[in-house]
Structures are given as C-alpha cells and as structure tokens.
C-alpha cells in the first residue's frame, strides 16, 4: 500500500498494469479449423511421399522423407502423409522405436515452396502450424523410442523437424540452422518450444536469433546431437543398430519408461510424479518383474 502511495497508484490491482507484458508482437485471432478439414484442404498440394515401414522382429519403424528433387521439402500432402503415420505408430502396440531420415544428401529443408505460395496467407499459416504441431506433438510423445538421422542439411522447418524426435545422430556431413527469422517469419512446427527444452532459453534465443547453421560438431557441443556417425559406415544400419542397443527391455518396459519421462518434460512436477507411481504400480509384480526376480538380475 505505501509502495502504491509514492507511485500514487489506485489501490484496486495496484502493480497489474506495471507486471503485464506489452504486447509488441502481433497474435492470431483467427478461426481454429479442425484438423481433418485441414488435412482435406492440404492434400491436394501433392509433390513427394513420406513413407513408413514397420519391422516387426525388431520393434524398429522407419519414416522415409521421400523428395530430394526439392531437398526434402514437406508439401501439404506429405504433411497429411506424416499425420497418417504418427496415427500408425500409434497404434502398434508391438513396436519399440523409430527412425525418422531422409532420401538423399539432404534430410529437410523445411515447407515446399510450391506449397508454401498456395497458402501465404495468416489463416492458412496458422492451419499448417496447427497441423504439424499435432503431428510433431504425438510423434514426440509416442511411446517409441525415436532417432532422427541427419545426412546433409536439416534447415528451417526441418530442423524442427529433428527435434520431434529424442535422438538426433549426425552424419560428418550433418548440418542443422534454424534459419527461419532470415525467412521472415518464426519457427512455426513447435521447434521454438522443443528447443528451448532441448538445450535451455539462452541458447535457444542464440540460435534463433543468429540463424547460424550448425556443424556436426557443433551440434554435439551445443546438445542438440547425440552423436556422430563415422562416413564409412551405413548410416541407416548404423543408427538403426544404435538404436537397437537402447531397446533391450521387453515393449512394455521401453514403452513405460519413454512415457514417464514424455509425461516428466511437459507436466508439472506433481503430475509428473502421480503419472511414475502409477506406471510403476501395474508393472510392480508383473511378469517382467517376477521373471527379473527369478533370474536374480539386479545383483548380476
């Protein structure tokens, strides 16, 4: 209350218009269109594939980015095509991970521009965000296990692309930028979100703001990868056999674990917690448990 005396601010809400952001940056507040209408509207931009495999004897699917004449840019169909396969994976409950590449010397580069001059507009801005979000969401929590591959470049909106994953391994040639302020706009399939949760605000705000493009190294350095692929070797059985070494426990088990700690890096803290002990409890005594118990695996 003195506090409001020498500033000789009314008593009602005293500080509210002192802590409140201005708004400086311009907010959609255009309609939310559902998301099937969206995918109806957007297949009809059609150019490349994206394409899924499923390899039931190890639990690995494959999500193929199938457009190198166009550096592996995402039209509006291949858009629809990943939501169609994040609806797949889903729903195979046999399945332990995932990896996610590209044809070609160039993992993504972003929207197709082709696509992208149809729908230069805000609200058809704001479907293609609302449906790569929906899509990139549910990839990211999926209860698999997944890896992007990077070979060659991941720029933009495929640099997004890469963080939808848990792991990113990179090939000597790998590079990832999010390039999109030199574009005129933002990051606009939830990489700006993912990224800040990937390696922390300051550096994050860096790499936007900068635009740089990182090498392989780099990457490391910065958190973003994983790790290198050596150039001899078969990038795709390289990372797929590297992947394979994390996928050990039974499905259930590597389905449990990727969930608590999906549930751990969005929720707060106290649902986090409640998500764990509940996992817990319906594995506790369970045949992987009592199987454990019989072989006397933890002191071995």
């Not at 790569?132 to 549910?138: E, G, I, N, P, V």
């Not at 090498?215 to 990868?225: E, P, T």
């Not at 700690?261 to 917690?273: G, K, Q, R, Y």
Request: contains cysteine.
């Amino acid at each position: 209350m003195l506090l409001c005396r020498i500033l000789k601010l009314p008593l009602s809400q005293p500080l509210l218009r002192m802590t409140s952001p201005r708004q400086w940056v311009s907010y959609y507040n255009g309609p939310e269109t559902d998301v099937e209408e969206i995918c109806q509207q957007f297949s009809q931009f059609e150019a490349g594939k994206i394409e899924l495999t499923q390899d039931q004897d190890s639990g690995i699917a494959t999500i193929t980015i199938n457009h190198p004449e166009r550096k592996n840019a995402l039209s509006g169909s291949m858009m629809v095509q990943l939501r169609n396969i994040v609806n797949t994976l889903e729903e195979w409950k046999e399945g332990k991970g995932v990896i996610l590449h590209s044809v070609g010397d160039m993992f993504c580069s972003g929207g197709d521009l082709n696509t992208v001059r149809q729908i230069s507009n805000p609200d058809d801005g704001y479907k293609m965000s609302t449906l790569m979000h929906h899509s990139l969401t549910r990839l990211h929590q999926l209860p698999l296990v997944s890896v992007a591959l990077i070979q060659g470049k991941a720029i933009g909106g495929g640099a997004e692309l890469a963080t939808a994953c848990d792991y990113r391994l990179f090939t000597t040639k790998g590079e990832i930028g999010f390039v999109q302020g030199k574009m005129g706009v933002v990051t606009g399939w939830g990489g700006g979100t993912r990224l800040v949760h990937l390696v922390g605000r300051q550096k994050a705000l860096d790499l936007l703001l900068t635009s740089k493009q990182l090498s392989a190294i780099d990457a490391v350095d910065m958190g973003i990868a994983n790790e290198i692929i050596k150039e001899s070797s078969e990038p795709l059985e390289e990372t797929r056999n590297w992947l394979l070494s994390r996928l050990n426990h039974t499905t259930e088990i590597v389905h449990a674990l990727k969930q608590i700690v999906a549930t751990a890096s969005t929720a707060p803290i106290e649902a986090s917690l409640k998500n764990e002990r509940s996992i817990f409890a319906m594995l506790w005594g369970g045949d992987a448990n009592k199987k454990a118990l019989r072989q006397n695996i933890k002191h071995k």
